[in-house]
């Protein structure tokens, strides 16, 4: 610490100086633990305020629900199940009591397992919606404990690092309104995030033939795979992981590499459990919608026939309008696009998450610079998992690609299951950007570039003065003291619990309610 620091920490050896020195050296435990409670009660306030039905498929996912708590049978997707022409309309009414949402069963294709969770909150609190959202909540906040797990494991003695990621992924408003709602996905994520969990921890461990490690690790991800395959088809990204990782332990990590069978049998133990939790459903599935379609997609294609087709779109407006529309919504929807994709925020709220975002990003070239560099000095079961992690969030930004080719659906939110090395990326990014020792650096690159974009006539009044200031805070960044350092690395977290708090009451509330 500095000369500053290093007084505070004599003159506490007086008794007086506690809860100060507390404040300049939080513990990363502690901070973890605000970022829960934080999101714990932003997250009920969106649960509370947002209005019934307006949040993405909730009602789809809701009547899903209600007919396994009142039939106590699994439903089957059927034509008519997206009257494409109501769903407009009760949208346009902003879900009028008078209007029902019971002919909205488009997901009944979905697989179980959340709703299995959820019919016992349905039972115990008489289908009201309130309990099933907060849910929803209590599921994304077992999401944050498993990412501060998983880091924790992927970068050992970096647990502010860990803390960083887990405030990004409680408090990106979009994944909050999500985490807030009756769907599925909040489930599928936290699976997704122990597998991620489990797989670092399995590039770690002895491989031997005799490993009983190696067997117990390969299991457990064998059964949160088939939990994956009974939750969401976005959790089926771990299949191909755990494979990965299995070649990557076994090719390259282990010295020499172990036999042929050994690799094979690693393989074996870890399908068993997920085909035999797999199967069965996809076997019901088969059965019911047949054509080879055991996932039910080819009957949900067919059913939700009045959604635009990506060749539509391109018929009537062109390819070019189809990359803008596809790059705007996407960032769009990624950090805040509510309702059925109907509240926007304002422009100049998206200019400043453009300028936090590219922030991000040099902060990140700059680690991976200095990374490659130094690459000798990282351990290669390191390497590894740094490696899946960014396999898996290609696998999911190529299925999200992949739907759009059929459907026009730019929603930022199906990349929410790689929000793991999503934000991984942007805290790592922060946290190099804020660095004291580059802010003048960073704040000459600001200046540059919003001349670059003024002079090409690319830069409006309002991200020309969001630049300026920028250029100015980090100016002022280079000549606060050391020990300020915590506070300043903690502002991209602080700007988005208060564009949490803005997004509901100044956009969501007011624009959905009935």
Known sequence: MNRNLSFLQKFGKMGCMGPILD???????RLFMTVVLVYLIAGSLYAVYTPD???PDEPAHYNYIRY???????????????????????KAAHFPPEMSIAPIRYEFHQPPLYYLLATPVYWLFGGALLPLRFLSLAVGALLLVVVWWTVGSLVPGRPFLAVGIAAFIAFLPMHLAMTAAVNNDPLAELLIAIEFLLVIRYVRVDSRPEGKEEFRLLFLLGLV???GFLTKSSAYVTLPLVLAAIAARHLWLDAPPPPAVHSLKAVGIFLLPAMALG???????????????????GRHEEVVAGQLRTAEFVAEHGRLQLVHDFLQTSFRSFWGQFGWMGVLLDQ?????????????????IVWAIGRWRNRFRVPAWQWAAGGLLALSALFTGASYLWYNITFVQHQGRYLFPALVPIGLAMAVGWREALRRERALLMGLLVIVSAMALRAGGMLPNWPLLMLAATAIAFGFRRVLPAWFDPAVQAVPYLLLIGLDVVSLFLFIVPQLRV
């Open 23 to 29: 404040a300049f050296q939080p513990r990363p435990a």
């Open 53 to 55: 039905w307006q949040a």
């Open 68 to 90: 396994l708590a009142e039939t106590h049978h699994f439903p089957v997707l059927k034509l008519g199940d997206y009257p494409a022409a109501y769903l407009e309309e009760i």
């Open 225 to 227: 795979t088939g939990l």
């Open 279 to 297: 199967v069965p459903w996809w076997l019901r599935n088969l059965a019911l919608y047949g054509d080879a379609d055991f996932l039910g997609l």
């Open 348 to 364: 100049r709220l998206y200019q400043a998450l453009v300028i936090l975002s590219a922030l991000a990003c040099v902060g990140w």
